[in-house]
Nanobody, 120 residues
Framework: QVQLVESGGGLVQPGGSLRLSCAAS????????MGWYRQAPGKQREWVASINSAGNTNYEDFVKGRFTISRDNAKTTVYLQMNSLKPEDTAVYYC??????????????WGQGTPVIVSS
């Protein structure tokens, strides 16, 4: 069983910073890629950033230059460093991971979500 546990969300002022973490645990062969999505109230979930097994990163245009996605040396934890936060960034942030199981099957897993509120 694979589980993604997110942390780091909270309330911050506009212009502030926040660092989200997502740790993968369980039995699997490899993590092929990890990413972050967000969903604001009344809106659809949207992609924010991703990182593949080679360490290549991609970002949504709106957050590019402000957010940075990274992973630890073990490649089991993904981070999202968010700087210069705006009220429009307010949303529940979800991490996901593309994982190859021990039986060589590929699945996408989702975390439970962590809320980020940018407000004065």
């Amino acid at each position: 069983q694979v589980q993604l546990v997110e942390s780091g969300g909270g309330l911050v002022q506009p212009g502030g910073s926040l660092r989200l973490s997502c740790a993968a645990s369980g039995s699997f062969f490899s993590i092929d890629g990890m990413g972050w999505y967000r969903q604001a109230p009344g809106k659809q979930r949207e992609w924010v950033a991703s990182i593949n097994s080679a360490g290549n990163t991609n970002y949504e245009d709106f957050v590019k230059g402000r957010f940075t996605i990274s992973r630890d040396n073990a490649k089991t934890t993904v981070y999202l460093q968010m700087n210069s936060l705006k009220p429009e960034d307010t949303a529940v942030y979800y991490c996901n991971a593309r994982i190859t199981t021990l039986s060589s099957r590929s699945y996408t897993y989702w975390g439970q979500g962590t809320p980020v509120i940018v407000s004065s």
